[in-house]
């Protein structure tokens, strides 16, 4: 037994730890189970998704392969294990870039597929799981190709259900063409939340990506103020002369590193207020065309090893929701909420997503995403989660189960209103209820 924990470094348990290196071993390992298994990739799942008291974890990486790019459809078969790390720097030199990224590239290819990971380009080209064409999945009642058109009901049913349907051994991407490893990037300098938010709705049909900074510690005619940053890869046109030679290099290896757990305390309300205050006075009121590296637009916490240590030795949470956009008044009250109840968040990134991807346990609904860093200590934080998550139910809205932690279950079926189907799916799948998680056992997620 070792002890295993998410990114936000709360609640750990032990558990056994196995790395198969074939479906024949996963399968192996299923039916042997009597106390939940659950797979696991890098543990960057903040919560307790990935792993499973007195169980066996699952670990992904013996499934490392990297098939061939096709030069003509961009289509490529990797192992689950694989991260978007290792994919990018196979295919950007080659002309492709993953369709889907979140804000890290240490994430594998399973575990973007278990939680349906999202990009600062949602509201145009959809989740992670929309531009996966197969994937294999191995199940107590056995193994199986599954893709959108070929058996639906098992891969949307597994698009974000935090690997309780099965384990994914290995998964084929549509990847999207570039020219350049740079983006063409407009920075915007906001006031307040709502002209933010009104440039980024009006902004959905000309920008590919879209993400704003937004300053949660801010109160009155300034609060709500963000910095907003769109754009798309640059063609090789876009770019200087120096940099048309070698167009395409994968992002770099991370520099830097937190080599020590910060001291508790250190993010707090007064630190926390400073560096928002100088954050938003180094941006540029506007800049138009700036070209940036994928690494810096897309991962710019990747640039950092361990950086969640900087939370100190009682960790961080981060909450996310989504919202309906007639429900975006929601966004102003959480805001108001955080900003007038002395919990700082060191980290607010919100997002437009575009429709819901069809899995009942998929993320993403149409309308806005607000997620917020933090830090585990101040005595109101139970209190003022605890409302946010009364308000984020009662706007038809829900949080992001692969960022979540404390969740109170009675709000799952609100918020996740077609839990039966996975349940049911479950049932056809894992009839004895093998795999399991910390967080399915909280939340009851499938019972």
């Known amino acids: 037994m070792r002890p295993f924990s998410g990114w936000g470094r709360t609640q750990p348990s032990f558990a056994a730890s196995v790395t198969p290196a074939s479906e024949a071993d996963v399968a192996d390992i299923l039916d042997r189970s009597t106390a939940g298994v659950i797979a696991r990739g890098l543990g960057r799942s903040y919560g307790d998704a990935a792993q499973v008291a007195g169980g066996t974890v699952v670990d992904t990486?013996?499934?490392?392969?990297?098939?061939?790019?096709?030069e003509g459809s961009g289509e490529v078969t990797v192992g689950a294990g694989v991260s978007i790390d290792r994919l990018l720097a196979r295919s950007i030199p080659a002309g492709w870039f993953v369709s889907v990224t979140p804000g890290t590239r240490q994430?594998?290819?399973?575990?973007?597929?278990?939680?349906?990971?999202?990009?600062?380009?949602?509201?145009?080209?959809?989740?992670?799981?929309?531009?996966?064409?197969?994937?294999?999945?191995?199940?107590p009642t056995g193994a199986r190709?599954?893709?959108?058109?070929?058996?639906?009901?098992?891969?949307?049913?597994?698009?974000?259900?935090?690997?309780?349907?099965?384990?994914?051994?290995?998964?084929?991407?549509?990847?999207?063409?570039?020219?350049?490893?740079?983006?063409?990037?407009?920075?915007?300098?906001?006031?307040?939340?709502d002209d933010v938010m009104a440039s980024m709705v009006a902004g959905d049909a000309q920008f590919r990506y879209s993400v704003a900074w937004v300053d949660c510690m801010t109160t009155g005619a300034n609060m709500g103020r963000a910095i907003l940053t769109r754009g798309d890869h640059a063609r090789r046109d876009d770019l200087p002369v120096n940099l048309r030679v070698r167009p395409r290099e994968a992002p770099s290896s991370p520099k830097l590193r937190v080599p020590i757990t910060a001291p508790g305390g250190l993010l707090n309300r007064a630190s926390v207020r400073a560096f928002n205050e100088a954050w938003f006075r180094r941006a540029p009121k506007r800049r138009v065309g700036e070209l940036q590296g994928i690494g810096a637009?897309?991962?710019?916490?990747?640039?950092?090893?361990?950086?969640?240590?900087?939370?100190?030795?009682?960790?961080?949470?981060?909450?996310q929701f989504a919202v309906p956009d007639d429900a975006g008044e929601t966004v102003r009250h959480a805001i108001e909420l955080l900003s007038g109840s002395g919990v700082a968040s060191f980290l607010a990134v919100l997002k437009r997503f575009g429709p819901a991807d069809p899995g009942p346990l998929s993320f993403p609904i149409e309308g806005w995403t607000l997620a917020l860093d933090l830090p585990v200590g101040p005595p109101q934080l139970p209190g003022v989660l605890d409302r946010l998550d009364d308000l984020v139910a009662g706007s038809r809205g829900r949080v992001y189960l692969a960022k979540d932690s404390r969740l109170d279950p009675r709000h799952l079926p609100v918020m996740y209103p077609r839990l039966g189907e996975v349940a049911d799916l479950r049932a056809t799948l894992d009839p004895a209820g093998v795999l399991s998680s910390d967080l399915a056992r909280r939340l009851g997620v499938g019972d």
């Not at 990486?61 to 096709?70: E, N, P």
């Not at 090893?305 to 961080?316: E, H, I, K």
């Open 61 to 70: 990486s013996g499934f490392a392969r990297i098939g061939s790019i096709d």
């Open 107 to 139: 994430v594998t290819v399973g575990g973007a597929i278990a939680a349906d990971v999202h990009g600062k380009n949602h509201h145009r080209d959809g989740g992670f799981c929309s531009n996966v064409t197969a994937m294999r999945l191995v199940a």
């Open 145 to 193: 190709t599954v893709g959108p058109t070929s058996e639906p009901r098992i891969f949307w049913g597994t698009a974000g259900a935090m690997g309780l349907t099965g384990i994914v051994t290995e998964a084929t991407l549509q990847l999207m063409p570039i020219e350049t490893d740079q983006v063409v990037v407009d920075t915007d300098r906001f006031a307040n939340l």
């Open 297 to 319: 637009f897309f991962h710019p916490l990747d640039g950092v090893s361990d950086w969640n240590r900087l939370y100190g030795p009682r960790g961080f949470l981060q909450y």
